[in-house]
């Protein structure tokens, strides 16, 4: 990996809480070490915030309004547009704001990449199945390699988590998917255990083999070793 042009790119970790992520505080102590790691290596650090205008202007369709008419999430002049405290941005960070699910969306995510010469994200965020799986496969169609920081991303709860990350381990044809102190090792220049794609659908499941196969990812970095 060329440290050079790699980015961390943390995807919507704000402090709305109104969704109940179902393991946001575990996910916020992962990315911790993999920010730190980032920072120690001169590694970009970047964030993406999801806003919904107060006016309701641009609002995708059907957001949830309060009977005032405003977005009950994300609702600009809130606290809940910011990131964590545990992960606030630095100053000279890149935070791109976003009205879609997706980071590259009607954003200037992608010129901001380009223009630091970034081919390869780290990616992990909120939530799972949503804002971090669209980004990431925007991500893939503009030809970024993809790294997943697993353990760093949520959701609503574990089932809508686990598949997420097995439809991009199927459909993000170069995707490798680690937990961040694995990537943290990474950016270190250690030696670290990672799943790697080699083929489409290579980890297909059911509804009855969700949790086994998701387990799998776990097992390749651990026969790695």
């Not at 920081?149 to 680690?178: F, P, R």
């Amino acid at each position: 990996m060329d440290r050079n042009r790699t980015a961390v790119l943390l995807v919507d970790m704000q402090k709305e809480g109104k969704y109940g992520i179902d393991g946001m505080d575990a996910a916020v102590a992962a990315m911790i070490p993999l920010v730190e790691s980032a920072r120690r290596n001169g590694v970009p650090v970047m964030y993406t915030r999801q806003i919904s205008r107060a006016d309701a202007l641009g609002l995708p369709n059907r957001e949830v309004l309060d009977e005032e008419g405003r977005p009950i999430y994300y609702r600009t002049g809130s606290d809940t547009l910011e990131v964590v405290d545990e992960l606030a941005p630095h100053p000279g960070d890149i935070v791109v704001d976003k009205q879609r699910w997706s980071g590259f969306y009607a954003t200037n995510l992608d010129l901001m990449l380009r223009s630091l010469g970034i081919r390869h994200l780290v990616v992990g965020g909120f939530t799972t199945d949503c804002c971090v799986m669209t980004t990431v496969f925007d991500a893939y169609a503009r030809d970024y390699q993809v790294t997943l920081a697993k353990d760093a991303c949520a959701a609503t709860n574990a089932g809508s988590h686990q598949a997420a990350i097995l439809m991009m381990a199927n459909w993000v044809y170069d995707i490798e998917i680690a937990d961040a102190p694995q990537l943290a090792r990474k950016l270190d220049g250690a030696p670290y255990d990672a799943w790697t794609s080699t083929a489409p659908d290579q980890a297909p499941f059911t509804g009855e083999t969700l949790a086994s196969v998701f387990a799998g990812l776990d097992r390749a970095g651990a026969d790695a070793r």
